[in-house]
Structure formats: C-alpha cells, structure tokens
C-alpha cells in the first residue's frame, strides 16, 4: 500500500506526471495507484498543498502522453509481447484482458478503460499492436484521458472543500471512488449486452494474418 499523502507532497507535480503517465502506457506501471492517486491530489489542492488547475493539467498531460507512448510501444514491439514469458512486472494474462475487452468494445474501450485498473495500462498497448488508425486513437484517448483526470481531481478537490476534516476519511474515501469509478464501464458493458454485440473496430491479432487497420 502506498502513503499516497506523503508520497505526492515528496514528488510534487513532477513526479504527479510521471506516475500517471507510466500508469497509463509502460505496461510495468498497471501496479500504480491511479484513480487513488489522482483523488488524492485534489484532496491536497483543496487543503492549499497543491494547486488545482495544475493537477488537473499535469494529470490531464500525463494520462493523454502515457497513453500515446503506450500506442506508439504497442505499434513498435506489439507482436513480441504475446511470446514474453512473464515476469515479476509483467504477466501476459493482463494483456489477454484488455484484448478481449477490446474484442467486445472497439475504440470505446480507449475510454471506458479509464476507470478499469490493469485494462487502463494494457488498453494503449493493445491499440497499437492492433494497428487502430491513429487519428480514431487520438480522439478517444483525449477524451478519456480528459474525463478521468479532471474528473477525479475535480470530485476530490470538491469533497475536500465540503467536507469538513476530510484527512480523517481519506482512506475510505479512496475506496469509494474506486468503486464509483468503475461502475460506468460496467454499467456499458451490461447495457450492450443487452441488446447487441457491437463489432469490435481492432483485432489485436496480426501475427492470425489479419489486418487491422481503419
């Protein structure tokens, strides 16, 4: 677990960045603490340790950047990935996920992988391996990347101003913006389940002979 507290008043902005920018794209950063992280930073900003409007710009820039390396990563070495054996950072289960979830959902899933833990890191990866038209990924993830950050910050930036002592319940509080987090993917998922199968805009498999591109 991390002292997420201490941990964003020891990096600063800079290491804010960092952070959300290896969780979005380096496929060794799905470990890192995302949505906590960056409800955590608003929380600081509301208490005068940080600065809003920078938060959601270093967080917005980080999550938008990551997932641009991460697509760029997945375009370049993407095929080699399925043939890594895993190791202590790195477990090809966690890229069989998000492929499937992007089977299901297409160029959606650059959004709705925002607010699902280990997809989020995969999901960029998986873009690029699949050859997804770059303008098609570019809308999406700054869109997503836009929601997700601002989103989060702003809420706890909100809840810090309005709730009185809010360290006191930070714990907690991280925990119930994790699950709320994930419910509109899930809350998706569900609806387009009941009525139909979308077909899925990528097909993340070049080494089946397919080809991919939009």
Known sequence: ????????ETVGYLGLFAIVFAES???IG???PGDSLLFTAGILASQGYLQIALVALVCAVGAITGDSFGYWFGRK?????????????FHKRHLEQARVFFDRH????IILARFMPV????A??????????YATFA???????????VGITTLGYYLGTRVPNIDHYLAPGIIIIIILSIIPPIWHIWRERQTKNPKSEILPRRQAGRNPKQ
């Open 77 to 89: 070495v993407g095929p080699a990935l399925f043939k890594r054996d895993d190791s202590l950072l």
């Open 1 to 8: 677990m991390f002292d997420l507290v201490t941990l964003l």
């Open 106 to 109: 297409g160029a959606q899933t």
């Open 139 to 149: 809308l999406y993830n700054v869109i997503g990347g836009l929601i997700w950050s």
């Open 119 to 122: 997809v989020r890191t995969f």
């Open 124 to 133: 960029p990866i998986l873009a690029g391996v699949g050859e997804m038209r």
């Open 25 to 27: 794209g380096l496929f």
């Open 30 to 32: 799905f470990f890192l």
